[in-house]
């Protein structure tokens, strides 16, 4: 049976792409926190994953205001780079795993989640910024990859409590498959930051390691965040972690921590990574 052997959460911020893109992950300022992701590159060779299930949000490159899915599943066979306005990052194509992600999609529909399956989409940098972060550069990505993107842009944005129980769903998916595949699960967003108003370039380096803390724990209380307590202490951003709760809900109750860490600034957001393995 396939199975979920490890859960990695991690920042998606587009100026790590764009350092990555551009020699810069060395320098004074971006290779403190690139030198937090060095472990877990060479973790992921040893790993070999089959496929990762990345949890990431939309920047209005697939889905605009058209269109607002709260869940949805990418079960295509290859999504190319999106172009965010100053043309596509030069990564390799995501290259899917229909047959699973089909599987996940009809699972969880049967499972009482409403996914809306897509087919055909770009990906932004919510999802290629991990990919360059775990991977570093790549002729091909070294895994195949089911895009699940969470709207965390306009509200409402779904539940802790809901994303929590929606990982625990996808585990149950990921289980019921047949075929022998080592498969992980990425939450990816945050942490703490706010992008406009009186409160731009908010960050809370207690708030956010409070909540690493609570995803190491052996409970669920994390799940029970209300959306104000995101708001308040984290900023207008900050509610993208409740994509994180996706990655913990999928690895049962008890987990072991691999790797942890967190770096502030990157621009103007807290950068907050975590490498989690299931405990049976």
Same mark, same amino acid.
């Given at each position: 049976?396939?199975?979920?052997?490890?859960?990695?959460?991690?920042?998606?911020?587009?100026?790590?792409?764009?350092?990555?893109?551009?020699?810069?992950?060395?320098?004074?300022?971006?290779?403190? #926190?690139?030198? /937090?992701?060095?472990?877990?590159?060479?973790? $992921?060779?040893?790993?070999?994953?089959? =496929?990762?299930?990345? +949890?990431?949000?939309?920047?209005?490159?697939?889905?605009?205001?058209?269109?607002?899915?709260?869940?949805? #599943?990418?079960? /295509?066979?290859?999504?190319?780079?999106?172009? $965010?306005?100053?043309?596509?990052?030069? =990564?390799?194509?995501? +290259?899917?795993h229909p047959d699973l992600a089909w599987?996940?999609?009809?699972?969880?529909?049967?499972?009482?989640?409403?996914?809306?399956?897509?087919?055909?989409?770009?990906?932004?940098?919510?999802?290629?910024?991990?990919?360059?972060?775990?991977?570093?550069?790549?002729?091909?990505?070294?895994?195949?990859?089911?895009?699940?993107?969470?709207?965390?842009?306009?509200?409402?944005?779904?539940?802790?409590?809901?994303?929590?129980?929606?990982?625990?769903?996808?585990?149950?998916?990921?289980?019921?498959?047949?075929?022998?595949?080592?498969?992980?699960?990425?939450?990816?967003?945050?942490?703490?930051?706010?992008?406009?108003?009186?409160?731009?370039?908010?960050?809370?380096?207690?708030?956010?390691?409070?909540?690493?803390?609570?995803?190491?724990a052996d409970d669920d209380a994390a799940?029970?965040?209300?959306?104000?307590?995101?708001?308040?202490?984290?900023?207008?951003?900050?509610?993208?972690?409740?994509?994180?709760?996706?990655?913990?809900?999928?690895?049962?109750?008890?987990?072991?921590?691999?790797?942890?860490?967190?770096?502030?600034?990157?621009?103007?957001?807290?950068?907050?990574?975590?490498?989690?393995?299931?405990?049976?």
């Amino acid at each position: 049976m396939a199975r979920i052997t490890a859960g990695v959460a991690s920042s998606h911020v587009p100026l790590l792409g764009v350092a990555h893109d551009q020699g810069k992950e060395r320098d004074d300022y971006f290779g403190p #926190i690139f030198a /937090g992701y060095d472990w877990t590159r060479e973790w $992921e060779k040893a790993q070999q994953p089959d =496929v990762v299930i990345l +949890i990431y949000n939309d920047h209005a490159s697939a889905f605009d205001m058209k269109i607002i899915p709260t869940f949805a #599943i990418g079960c /295509g066979e290859r999504y190319k780079p999106a172009d $965010e306005g100053w043309g596509p990052r030069p =990564v390799p194509d995501v +290259i899917g795993h229909p047959d699973l992600a089909w599987h996940i999609a009809q699972s969880l529909i049967l499972d009482e989640f409403d996914m809306t399956i897509i087919n055909e989409m770009d990906v932004d940098h919510g999802l290629t910024v991990p990919l360059s972060m775990m991977f570093g550069k790549c002729e091909a990505w070294p895994t195949t990859v089911i895009p699940l993107a969470v709207n965390v842009v306009t509200y409402p944005p779904p539940s802790g409590n809901r994303c929590w129980a929606l990982g625990e769903a996808i585990a149950r998916a990921v289980a019921s498959f047949p075929e022998d595949l080592n498969v992980q699960i990425w939450g990816t967003g945050g942490m703490s930051h706010q992008l406009q108003g009186p409160r731009a370039g908010l960050l809370n380096r207690e708030w956010d390691n409070r909540f690493l803390d609570m995803l190491e724990a052996d409970d669920d209380a994390a799940r029970h965040i209300p959306h104000i307590e995101y708001l308040r202490e984290t900023g207008s951003e900050g509610i993208e972690m409740v994509m994180w709760l996706i990655m913990r809900g999928a690895l049962g109750k008890s987990v072991k921590t691999l790797h942890r860490h967190y770096h502030i600034p990157c621009s103007n957001t807290a950068i907050g990574h975590l490498v989690l393995e299931p405990q049976t």
